[in-house]
């Protein structure tokens, strides 16, 4: 505060407490004086100084920047989602664990030319393509602690960071072995499809 701003306060104060009786007029005087003292310390809340208008920009621009980049990914999540056919995949629904949902998806995908996926849309994959349920933290839990199968690499996804997972050699050896000991054990529970398939491949 100013000293003519200071002045023209004390001499306010000094007018308001002139029809008391002392000690009250001491008194009311005083606290007075603290009160405006301590409003004077406090930060300034005006909306319209530039540092606040700064903020409130740069905040704006921040948000819009992220509601632009979740919309782009949702797009892209949309059109990578519609290039996947459920019922060519019915192996799916023999895997019991999170970690082979998981590779399974991750192979899938790359095959499609999608070399790499977060949890977020490997999850969105098992449940709104094919059915099975899921969660997002149990898909991000199987790939951390797998060691051997894929590798995890951060990015931004929808404006934030998240990890993306890729299949490795080892990991797509591995689904290969489980969606081929799937398709035996099918075989040999029908044996009259095995038989039809095998006779369909030899007229082709």
Known sequence: MEDKDLQGKLKEIEHLVSTLSEPVKSITAQEMIR???ADDKRPSSNSSSPKVAYARKARGGADGRKMDA???DEKK???????INRTEYPEIHQLDNNLDRALFILKLMKDKGYDGLNPSQINQI????F????????VSMALIRDKHYTEKKPEMYKGT?????RIMHKGEQ?????????RS???ERNPGNAQQTSGEESEK
């Open 185 to 187: 054990n099918i075989h």
């Open 77 to 83: 999540d949309a059109l990578m989602i519609s290039n």
């Open 126 to 129: 098992l449940t709104t393509v």
């Open 174 to 182: 591995y689904v290969d072995d489980i969606l081929t000991r799937i």
């Open 70 to 72: 979740v919309k782009t």
């Open 35 to 37: 009160k405006l003292f």
């Open 161 to 165: 960071k998240a990890n993306t997972f």
């Open 131 to 138: 059915r099975v349920k899921s969660n997002k933290p149990v």
